[in-house]
């Protein structure tokens, strides 16, 4: 049934065109209402996995909601670190690129004036004008904590790199905006699910066939914990000091600790330094802590999978040899790469850096070469790989700090969030909470909560019912 459907197995289709798999007789099918029919019941219990605990707090996309049926996460082996040639990240990512865009003659580059993005549309834009393509841009016109837009500084950012092209600016303007359409494929988990769908349709309306992002530049360039040791092992002293600083500097001392643990990791029974890994690289997604948002039933239920995902990730850390600075790269990946766009667009949605093979390539890459201390700005040291993919002449341009948009999405949270009773409430999945009482929870549990309510109306408007819970 795999080569009917054409399916490669690789995380590139997978992403936008995801599959889904029931079990019970191994049927896969891009549909899964079709396989969990006749019943069509959804799963509160998998819906609950968005809502609290480490799903919640690490940001996994959601499982697939419908009863018996599960999305399709095609295995992917990964070399080891330091197995890939750093001077090669340039032809690596143009064929990423390359890939991505396909044969499409129009495709659209979403623009946000950070690094990731703009590595994407520099290859994207250099091989559009080689081939004779149309390439266009699209920005979000959101503010950030300091107050700056972002339609400005892209415009500041093709005039210094004297580029011409489309660019389309979306205003923030979301409550004139609709709603993306339900889809059978499960609730979205992006924020700004108007702007995004406001994006597809104007890439669609302009006649683009493959809407490009920098979705994942982060987890899989950029730098994470436990790059001491190979700084150490290069020799590069300055640049060491300066990674540990910044844990200090940002009063992550258990971090530190991390660093200094992980050193001595391989020394000590897996066991104890898998414990000592989650303790310190994990805590904050294990052990949040935060007040409890779903019933008791499925947060004991949310309890036991975070239990299970445990066993299994620590029996991947074992088969690994127990490297943290490994761990750390898988776990800012994986599974987050496998679900890195909204589902359901009436156009392909792909990014280069889950791009299956450059993921691969990435991934084995030496540890120390995603941090440089160069250039006053901190923010761009544990970005040192994606400077190097960014023209020279737009470096005095690019954001000196981590963006943050939390006004804008303050505001986008309570103008989406409906005042009054939820279905999810109703249904006993959470406890009831209004707007504020899920805000002081964690700032993005607004939106999610928004997403699954939707689609739960969704779903019970497609006829639809809730499984049992026992």
Request: proline content about 9%; charged content about 25%.
């Amino acid at each position: 049934m795999r080569s009917e459907l054409g399916i490669s197995g690789g995380v590139s289709d997978v992403l936008s065109e995801p599959l889904f798999s029931r079990p019970k007789d191994g049927a896969l099918d891009r549909d899964p209402m079709r396989l969990a029919a006749p019943a069509k019941r959804f799963s509160l219990r998998k819906l609950a996995l968005m809502l609290d605990g480490l799903p919640f707090e690490a940001e996994f996309p959601p499982e697939c909601p419908w009863e018996g049926v599960t999305r399709h996460r095609p295995p992917l082996d990964l070399p080891p670190l330091g197995s890939s040639d750093e001077s090669a990240l340039d032809a690596e990512f143009a064929a990423a690129v390359s890939r991505c865009l396909g044969d499409a003659e129009s495709a659209v580059v979403l623009l946000s004036g950070g690094m990731d993005s703009w590595a994407v549309f520099t290859y994207a834009w250099r091989q559009a004008r080689r081939e004779g393509r149309r390439l266009s841009a699209v920005v979000w016109n959101l503010r950030d904590q300091f107050g700056k837009a972002t339609a400005g500084l892209v415009h500041r950012q093709l005039r210094a790199v004297g580029i011409t092209c489309d660019l389309h600016v979306v205003p923030a303007e979301w409550r004139e905006l609709p709603e993306p359409d339900w889809s059978p494929l499960g609730p979205r988990h992006d924020y700004y699910t108007r702007l995004h769908q406001a994006t597809v349709d104007h890439a669609h309306a302009l006649g683009a066939t493959v809407l490009l992002s920098g979705q994942g530049g982060d987890e899989v360039l950029g730098a994470w914990n436990h790059l001491s040791s190979s700084l150490a092992r290069g020799r590069r002293w300055r640049d060491l000091r300066r990674y540990l600083a910044a844990f200090g500097r940002a009063d992550s001392f258990v971090e530190v600790a991390g660093e200094a643990a992980a050193l001595v990791a391989r020394r000590l029974p897996p066991e104890t330094s898998f414990q000592l890994y989650v303790a310190t690289a994990l805590r904050d997604v294990v052990n949040g802590g935060r007040p409890p948002v779903l019933t008791d039933v499925h947060r004991e239920a949310v309890r036991n999978w975070t239990e299970d995902w445990l066993a299994a990730r620590f029996a991947e850390f074992r088969a690994e040899g127990g490297d943290w600075a490994t761990a750390s790269l898988r776990d800012s990946i994986f599974p987050w790469a496998y679900d890195a766009h909204p589902l359901g667009a009436p156009i392909r949605q792909r990014s280069p850096f889950v791009d299956e093979t450059f993921l691969r390539y990435a991934f084995g890459l030496p540890p120390g070469s995603r941090f440089r201390a160069e250039g006053p700005f901190p923010y761009q040291w544990y970005k040192a790989l994606h400077l190097r993919l960014l023209p020279p002449e737009l470096r005095p341009l690019l954001p000196e700090y981590k963006q943050s948009y939390s006004d804008a999405f303050r505001r986008y949270v309570f103008d989406v969030l409906p005042e009054g009773p939820l279905l999810v409430e109703e249904l006993g999945l959470i406890r009831p909470m209004d707007r504020l009482d899920l805000e002081k929870v964690h700032p993005r549990l607004p939106i999610v909560v928004r997403n699954v309510e939707r689609w739960v109306a969704g779903a019970l408007e497609a006829g639809a019912e809730p499984a049992p819970t026992t």
